[in-house]
T-cell receptor, first 111, second 115 residues
Framework: QKEVEQNSGPLSVPEGAIASLNCTYS??????FFWYRQYSGKSPELIMF????GDKEDGRFTAQLNKASQYVSLLIRDSQPSDSATYLC???????????FGIGTKLQVIP | NAGVMQNPRHLVRRRGQEARLRCSPM?????VYWYRQLPEEGLKFMVY????????ESGMPKERFSAEFPKEGPSILRIQQVVRGDSAAYFC?????????????FGPGTRLTVL
């Protein structure tokens, strides 16, 4: 079992729709969860983090965490073509919160 | 406040040469991480360093690769006797290391091409 599993996609959604990106992780010791966005040819950019069960909202983004199910998701409301990128799920664990990156889900927002 | 800086942005080497990649963390950050990303693949952790200390090098190949973060100056990732399979994007990230959430911020990366 991979440490972090994401559907590589591409996930295609029409402009204005909700994009739902999912991630499961295997390390029950994971304590913090990061979502990064990576545009093609660019470096990852931190967009959200969550460490408590439940939902966390920031603008059009909502991160959801269920530690019992070892599942974390990212919802993007009112998707825009500029949201088209690869989204990396990254649980952190260990004494210094070592982050393990998933392969990422490629999101395509169709105008 | 300048972000994480990496240089060079692009590096071309012939097989057998050495590649030296530099990373300056964000101001106030004392932790540095190196990652490698192959085309169409995910980010792979290589090494985690604090000033003058390697904390975790579990993702670093045992041969040809080394990293340092001296008391003064940038962190250096060194690849000796490069091979074509070393061609990849190498990203550096830094974090505050202040005992908080310790989120990592990435530099623009160095694209290494081995001919």
């Amino acid at each position: 079992q991979k440490e972090v599993e994401q559907n590589s996609g591409p996930l295609s959604v029409p402009e204005g729709a909700i994009a739902s990106l999912n991630c499961t992780y295997s390390d029950r010791g994971s304590q913090s969860f990061f979502w990064y966005r990576q545009y093609s040819g660019k470096s990852p950019e931190l967009i959200m983090f969550i460490y408590s069960n439940g939902d966390k909202e920031d603008g059009r983004f909502t991160a959801q965490l269920n530690k019992a199910s070892q599942y974390v998701s990212l919802l993007i409301r009112d998707s825009q073509p500029s949201d088209s990128a690869t989204y990396l799920c990254a649980p952190g664990s260990g004494g210094y919160q070592k982050v393990t990156f998933g392969i990422g889900t490629k999101l395509q927002v169709i105008p | 406040n300048a972000g994480v800086m990496q240089n060079p942005r692009h590096l071309v080497r012939r097989r057998g040469q050495e590649a030296r990649l530099r990373c300056s963390p964000m101001k106030g950050h004392s932790h540095v991480y190196w990652y490698r990303q192959l085309p169409e693949e995910g980010l792979k952790f290589m090494v985690y360093l604090q000033k003058e200390n390697i904390i975790d090098e579990s993702g670093m190949p045992k041969e040809r690769f080394s990293a340092e973060f001296p008391k003064e100056g940038p962190s250096i990732l060194r690849i000796q006797q490069v091979v074509r399979g070393d061609s990849a994007a190498y990203f550096c990230a830094s974090s505050p290391g202040d005992g908080g959430l310790d989120e990592q911020f990435f530099g623009p990366g160095t694209r290494l091409t081995v001919l």
